[in-house]
């Protein structure tokens, strides 16, 4: 069955460090988006592919960046972690036009000490 | 500025009754509503959607009803279930100027049906 994986779910570690959470999709989906849910927000978007070699920033963005190199994976980067990171990451992936749903992966809780 | 606005953040029903979520949004250009469920430590799973040219869209016990002269959406649980208790999310999406129709969410209400 086509699954979206998110890898790892979880993860501690320091303020400076550099992070990086993986999610793959087997569903051949063009897009894929990554969000962050903290309490009292929602779910905000953070970036968003189109497709292979699309990135593009999302509300939330600053401290966070995103490469598309296949179909499949969508690396989410914080380059310097901050305690205000430490959230619950959720990555989602949709074929393109109207009306298609987002799948999401089961999430990444990041404590950023 | 929220777009997208669910202003009870939590609902208790009582399992059999109906669970009636509602939801508020601001953009006139949204065209696609979407409500996910979501249980915790789970990521959320698409529940019902509807399209902004319809004004009722029914899934077994789940009903979601769009009313656009009051940009304002609903999401009805008839009867509610105890496996329903989860998070519900509102999202709303608008496709025009090339955009593939990124999901705008509302805050969450959580669910509680007691037995």
């Known amino acids: 069955d086509a699954e979206i994986t998110q890898s790892p779910r979880h993860k501690i570690t320091e303020t400076g460090r550099q992070v990086t959470l993986a999610c793959h999709q087997t569903?051949?989906?063009?897009?894929m988006f990554w969000y962050r849910q903290d309490l009292g927000h929602g779910l905000r978007l953070i970036h968003y592919?189109?497709?292979?070699?699309?990135?593009n920033k999302g509300e939330v963005s600053d401290g966070y960046s995103v490469s598309r190199s296949n179909t499949e994976d969508l690396p989410l980067t914080l380059e310097s972690a901050a305690s205000s990171q430490t959230s619950v990451y959720f990555c989602?992936?949709?074929?393109?036009?109207?009306?298609?749903?987002?799948?999401f992966g089961p999430g990444t809780r990041l404590t950023v000490l | 500025d929220q777009q997208v606005k669910q202003n009870s953040p939590s609902l208790s029903v009582q399992e059999g009754r109906i669970s009636i979520l509602n939801c508020d949004y601001t953009n006139s250009m949204f065209d696609y509503f979407l409500w996910y469920k979501k249980y915790p430590a789970e990521g959320p799973t698409f529940l019902i959607s509807?399209?902004?040219?319809?004004d009722k869209n029914e899934d077994g016990r789940f009903t979601v009803f769009l009313n656009k002269s009051a940009k304002h959406l609903s999401l009805h649980i008839v009867p509610s279930q105890p496996g329903d208790s989860a998070v519900y999310f509102c999202?709303?999406?608008?496709?025009?100027?090339?955009?593939?129709?990124?999901?705008?969410f509302g805050k969450g209400t959580k669910l509680s049906v007691k037995p």
């Open positions: 569903w051949n989906h063009n897009n």
């Open positions: 509807i399209s902004s040219i319809k």
């Open positions: 592919s189109y497709g292979v070699q699309d990135t």
């Open positions: 989602a992936s949709s074929d393109s036009g109207f009306g298609n749903e987002q799948f």
């Open positions: 999202a709303a999406s608008a496709h025009y100027g090339g955009s593939q129709g990124n999901l705008i």
